[in-house]
């Protein structure tokens, strides 16, 4: 259904919380210019109002409509509605609005079930349809999206069928004609139909998390298995083939998934076609008379997914298609998937531990911080199937061995690529971070996951597609790592070729790994102005070594003596304007320059050198692939580093967190200084810490 645009829509608060009224962007999920809450103090100006479902509270929300004669409509969560639970916060990514019932009264009819009964061809819609429930049934997709990921072990293959509990009081119980004894009537079919087979009743997510009870979750007997964690619906299906609900959301997944599907009550999917329909009554009926028209799943799927559901971008809360929801949903659940299990953190300071457990969220695991193991390594409950993770390259001998000794790879993270306003020694939290489980990117060593994409990836038109887009969005917005200086003009000779020479942290990682004759600042400046006697040098210091945090200083006196310009105060992108050529040990600098099309010169062997795209002074023999460079920023952008929105602390995209870059420095004035007064630097520090100890330490 197309979004309206109104006016003005009022919404009802539910005492004692702000329901509807708190819900985050809510006039683009209900389609109007602004919302106002009760009371109403200029009703000419009111187009609907707008109630929760059919809870009792809504009942003056509808009193509202008809005094001021404006429309009432319900709402309610979506079918996709967010990752975490509604009971705990978590704010909706849809919801639904009808203005004739609500979906789950099966009573009356329903704009929903008008909508999937009108239902004509479309061939468009039903590419959409077919497509998104293949991306919902393979990521293991549902309303809520907090349960852990992975597989669940029930032991040896049998028969197995699914019985599916609710919330207590669910007024799509109620609503959908069925009440208590419907699950006890229920269970008792599904064990008597299968006699042989294992029952699993699987309760519901709001039960799981403590917030509510169900009917269900004292059953006991023999083949009877209660499902008391939170598990994704693929899991749990992927061991039936028949499911039995009351009025549950899961039935409609279940179809989806291609399964079996019997409804003791009347949900909004029932009576047409697709379901075994065991309620009876003259209202079910007469809700079976409405319906009674043969639909396909796709045909469900497009009036309620589609038409029937409003969404929001999740990273931003505009108004949105349905695939932008499974897009933002697929990335939380891939990256719950690689974060799943016990993770021991070692050595990492408290001004680090918030940022590190948003980077390692992942539903049921377990962070531990540790700066040593002191008692046995089994008393702190390490061993198999655990992972140890180290920042950079900063494992002791001790985490090795026992590494070594339990099987255990040893994880490794790293600021990302687009980091942050700010530098990372001034505590500024990052917007990227990498976590490599095969070495990591500065290390030429051995293989880093990011040189396996490299090496060995396939690269889709699609990806390859978005990474240009990507890069070309990078240059445009004067996004670098840290977004430091200001937008100063640089005036250099039109007559000679600039060569920019990036400073970098003399004792970092990346030198010591991967350099072999150059390896100071000044050596890098020698090397450039041998290779380019008459061109104009412009040496750029590292801004972790202008801020004084880290070593690296060149004497100005020295540095002149081989370069024509040092600047200290402008971006980096303004450097890379005037620039022709790049000239590099391992700076990232390097790979900033590629994105913008310059020549870039490389004396060391950082990530972005032996692709057959920059000049290498030391090629690396294990990289023997010709990539282009949309090939290179699929890898380092877009499969490598993970990223993390700065408002909503999901798991976003990099374009995302360009914008919230870009927006942070206009913030900022466009004018960051480099280097930061000593109280400011201590004072953020402190905020870090007191972050990090009250999310607790292991």
């Known amino acids: 259904m197309s979004t309206p645009r109104w006016r003005a829509a009022a919404v009802f608060p539910i005492p004692p919380t702000n329901g509807i009224a708190g819900i985050p962007h809510l006039a683009s ?7 106002v ?50 009971v705990s916060g978590e704010p909706p990514l849809s919801i ?41 049934v393979v990521g293991g997709i549902s309303k809520y999206n907090n349960a852990r990921p992975g597989a669940i072990d029930l032991g040896p293959a049998r028969e197995r069928v699914l019985v599916v509990d609710q919330t207590f009081g669910d007024l799509s119980i109620t609503y959908g004609l069925a009440d208590p004894t419907t699950f006890e009537r229920m269970l008792a079919a599904a064990r008597r139909e299968h006699p042989d087979a294992e029952i699993i009743v699987k309760a519901h997510p709001d ?85 009674g028209i043969p639909r396909t799943r796709e045909q469900l799927f497009i009036a309620a997914y589609l038409r029937y559901a409003r969404y929001i971008d999740p990273d931003n809360g505009a108004p949105c298609e349905l695939e ?22 070692f050595g990492f300071g408290f001004w680090k531990h918030s940022s590190i457990r948003a980077y390692l969220r992942s539903p049921g695991n377990q962070i531990v911080f540790i700066t040593s193991f002191g008692r046995t390594a089994e008393q702190r409950g390490f061993g198999p199937g655990c992972q140890v993770l180290v ?49 990591i990117y500065y290390d030429p060593s051995r293989a880093s996951e990011l040189e396996q994409i490299l ?38 000779p039109a007559d000679r070729r600039v060569i920019v020479c990036p400073g970098q942290v003399e004792d970092d990682a990346s030198i010591m790994l991967g350099c072999k004759d150059v390896r100071t600042n000044l050596g890098l400046l020698t090397a450039a102005r041998a290779a380019a006697p008459d061109a104009y040098i412009i040496f750029k210091p590292h801004p972790d070594v202008l801020s004084g945090n880290r070593r690296g200083a060149v004497p100005a006196d020295d540095a002149r003596q081989v370069c024509d310009h040092i600047e200290e105060e402008a971006t980096l992108a303004t450097c890379l304007d ?61 499969r490598y580093p993970r990223y993390l929105n700065r408002e909503t602390g999901r798991f976003t995209t990099p374009e995302v967190v360009i914008e919230q870059l870009r927006a942070e420095r206009a913030l900022a004035g466009g004018n960051l200084a480099i280097k930061m007064g000593r109280s400011r630097r201590r004072a953020r520090k402190l905020v870090q810490i007191v972050r990090g100890v009250m999310g607790g330490t292991g």
């Open 29 to 35: 999920l209900l389609g109007a210019e602004r919302v």
């Open 96 to 136: 639904v609005l009808d203005d004739l019932g609500i979906y789950y009264d099966a009573h009356t009819p329903s704009r929903l079930e008008r909508l999937i009964a009108e239902q004509s061809a479309d061939p468009a819609l039903t590419a959409r349809a077919t497509a998104a429930i293949q991306r919902i």
């Open 391 to 439: 920042w950079g390259q900063r494992e002791t001998p001790e985490v090795r061995d026992l590494a070594k000794l339990h099987g255990v790879d040893i994880w490794r993270m790293e600021d990302g690529f687009l980091r942050s306003v700010g530098l990372g020694s001034d505590f500024e939290d990052p917007a990227s971070l990498v976590v490599d489980h095969a070495g």
């Open 207 to 291: 039960v799981l998390a403590g917030k509510k009870r169900g009917y269900l979750g004292q059953v006991a007997g023999p083949n009877i298995r209660l499902c008391a964690e939170p598990v994704t619906p693929a899991a749990l299906l992927a061991h039936v083939d028949h499911v039995y609900v009351v009025s549950s959301q899961f039935g409609f997944e279940a179809l989806l998934a291609g399964k079996r599907v019997t409804c003791f009550g009347v949900p909004w999917y029932a009576g047409w076609g697709l379901t075994d329909d065991r309620a009876t009554g003259p209202v079910a009926t007469a809700a079976f008379a409405r319906r």
């Open 578 to 638: 005037v620039a022709h050529e790049v000239h590099t040990m391992t700076s990232l600098v390097g790979f900033e320059g590629l994105i913008r099309g310059k020549r870039v010169v490389v004396h060391g062997q950082p990530f972005y050198a032996g692709w057959g795209l920059t000049e290498d002074h030391n090629p690396h023999p294990r990289r023997t692939r010709t990539l282009t460079l949309d090939e290179l920023c699929v890898g380092v952008l877009l």
């Open 455 to 492: 090496q060995t990836g396939t690269f889709s038109t699609d990806e390859l597609a978005r990474a240009k887009a990507l890069r070309e969005h990078i240059v445009a917005s004067r996004i670098s790592k840290y977004n430091v200086g200001g937008e100063r003009p640089l005036a250099v």
């Open 324 to 345: 932008r929801v499974i897009d933002h949903l697929e990335l939380q659940r891939a990256m719950f998937e690689r974060n799943a299990g016990r993770i021991y953190c």
């Open 37 to 86: 809450v009760r009371p109403v103090r200029r009703p000419e100006d009111l187009d609907l109002v707008v109630g929760w479902g059919e809870k009792r509270n809504a009942q003056l929300a509808r009193a509202m409509a008809t005094l001021h004669g404006v429309p009432y409509w319900r709402a309610e969560d979506g079918f996709l509605r967010s990752v975490g639970l509604g």
